[in-house]
């Protein structure tokens, strides 16, 4: 079995999760710049301040801003043909509705993209994953239609500055958290589910505008959407689990089908009426969604709910089940690896359209041996099951697979708990979560297995039990 030619092998970051210089070269402040870190059943606080004295991981990071080269360099040497990275949308408009765009934020960006270009990496690009500026609050960020303009002169900046070195885009990373996450996903603070909907309505519209605007700009342009991968398994046979879990999934499925369909699913409609919302409908909108989906669905891989009677569809991870026939990460997250090949077929079977994987990963802690090494079997272990499943769904299902880019290929912040000790790289970065470290990159073990898989096009999996 083998991928295509031409299968692009790499690994995804998030801008807010390890550049740091949150404040350098007129950047004004995200929404990741103002949450302090939490922990395991800690969650994390949003200080919109933010306040003097207090940590912010997302302050420093991991230093990618300064160290990009340094990094792009180790992942050139794992062989990576790809690079998924965020643009920071307030490194280029601080506030996010600013007129004119920051200059030396595109010049970041233009230093960052040549760089991959020179190390033979195609670039993939995420419009918006977490990093919504906080100046988009002075009128209410997503709950207002004017966000919607804001994101298309975003788009239409960095689309025309980076014409024909970058052409695989992302518009909003993981969507379909918008109603557990409103200020991670969408700068928003707590809200009510008809909040969340209008939100996400607009996300919708400026998602469909970008894929306009990027055609229109360069017809080799391909955009593609961002699944949070929610996938479950009924805990029984039972019919009341069997609709159960037909509820929860309608509950997350309904993001891809506007997106990929240009419409929304009756079930969804119906749902909405039910609720008594009203979506702020305005005319042409209708024909923007349809004519606004996007080329290729993107999603997330880390692992599989499971789902029953007693499940409320809008609550993403408090199912009220646990699988027993799956092992968990230190952070309650059950390891699936056929779980993605089933992914990969709901997905593919549903819509039809190339399907891309752009994060899956195993968060582990690690340890730094005395002689400055990381051994870590368990991530190798990890990773092999899934690209081995990967590989079943492209030769024997016939799933249209354009790439896998895994999450992260260096450590970096955890978008959840805001943490380094939740390590997921193939790189170790010398950080704790209190920010103390050197920010010393050193190669895991798994660094070497990656290498020998990306260089034969998923060929070589030494590590599968």
Known sequence: MSFPQGFLWGGATAANQCEGAWNEDGKGPNAADVMRAGGIGIERVVDPGP????????????????????????????????????????????????????????????????????KGMTPLVTLSHYETPVGLLSFGSWLNRKAIDCFARYCKTVFTRYKGRVKHWLTFNEINCVVNAPWVEAGIEQVDYESAMIAVYHQFLA???????????????????????????????????????????????????????????????????????????????????????????????????????????????????????????????????????????????????PLMVVENGLGAYDELTEDRKVHDPYRVDFFSKHIEQMKIAVECDGVDLMGYTTWAPFDLVSAGSGQMAKRYGFIYVDRDDEGVGTLERIRKDSFWWYRDVVTSNGEDLGGVS
Not at 319 to 346: K, S, V
Request: glycine share 6%; charged share 25%.
């Open 207 to 353: 998602s469909a505008q970008a894929v306009w605007i990027a055609h229109e700009v360069d017809s080799e342009n391909r955009v593609g959407m961002m699944y949070g991968g929610i996938f479950a398994y009924p805990a029984t046979c039972a019919p009341d689990d069997i609709i159960g879990t037909m509820d929860y999934m309608h509950e997350q499925m309904f993001y891809c089908d506007v997106m990929c369909r240009g419409f929304y699913p009756a079930y969804k409609l119906h749902d909405l009426e039910r609720r008594g919302i009203r979506l702020p409908q305005e005319p042409g909108d209708a024909d923007l969604l349809r004519d606004g989906k996007v080329d290729f669905l993107s999603f997330s891989y880390y692992f599989t709910m499971t789902t029953g009677r007693n499940t409320v569809p809008e609550e993403m991870f408090k199912t009220g089940y646990d699988n027993p026939y799956l092992d968990r990460t230190p952070w309650g997250q059950a390891i699936d690896a056929q779980g993605l090949r089933y992914a990969l077929n709901l997905l593919y079977d549903r819509y039809q359209i």
């Open 51 to 118: 306040l003097e004295d207090v940590y912010y991981p997302s302050h420093i990071a991991v230093d990618h801003y300064h160290r990009f080269k340094e990094d792009i360099d180790l992942l050139a040497e794992m062989g990576f043909n790809c690079y998924r990275f965020s643009i920071n949308w307030s490194r280029i408009f601080p506030h996010g509705d600013d007129e004119v765009p920051n200059e030396a934020g595109l010049a970041h960006y233009d230093e960052v993209i040549d760089y991959c270009l020179s």
